[in-house]
């Protein structure tokens, strides 16, 4: 499957945003799906996942309650609503492809087969 993000940008601290990553093929509805984000200088890190069904997600604990990740399988795509943004969520957002399945880990990058090319989002104070 290819993965293109989309949404990043420049915007205030307070602010909201909405990411979208659009994938190719008609299997986008078998693969749990993830957020991750690398700031400059720093390792990449997870951000936000969800399977196939868009019943179980899961979140990193400095999203959690300001971020939501939604599918829509009918449209191939995945959306991360990112709501009160802060300067430390400055960074290259990336999505990301994993086969389902009982073994998936929602925070490991190495399960995850498939990535998009990233989307900017800067967040200024």
């Known amino acids: 499957v290819q993965l293109q993000a989309s949404g990043g940008g420049l915007v205030q601290a307070g602010d909201s945003l909405r990411l979208s990553c659009a994938g190719s093929?008609?299997?986008?509805?078998?693969?749990?799906m993830g957020w991750f984000r690398q700031a400059p200088g720093k390792e990449r890190e997870f951000v936000a996942a969800?399977?196939?069904?868009?019943?179980?997600?899961r979140y990193a604990d400095s999203v959690k309650g300001r971020f939501t990740i939604s599918r829509d399988n009918a449209k191939n795509t995945v959306y991360l609503q990112m709501n009160s943004l802060k300067p430390d969520d400055t960074a290259v957002y990336y999505c990301?492809?994993?086969?389902?399945?009982?073994?998936?880990?929602?925070?490991?990058?190495?399960?995850?087969?498939?990535w998009g090319q990233g989307t900017l989002v800067t967040v200024s104070a």
């Open positions: 990301a492809a994993q086969a389902g399945g009982l073994n998936w880990d929602a925070q490991d990058t190495k399960k995850y087969a498939y």
């Open positions: 093929g008609r299997t986008f509805s078998s693969y749990i």
């Open positions: 969800i399977t196939e069904s868009g019943r179980v997600t």
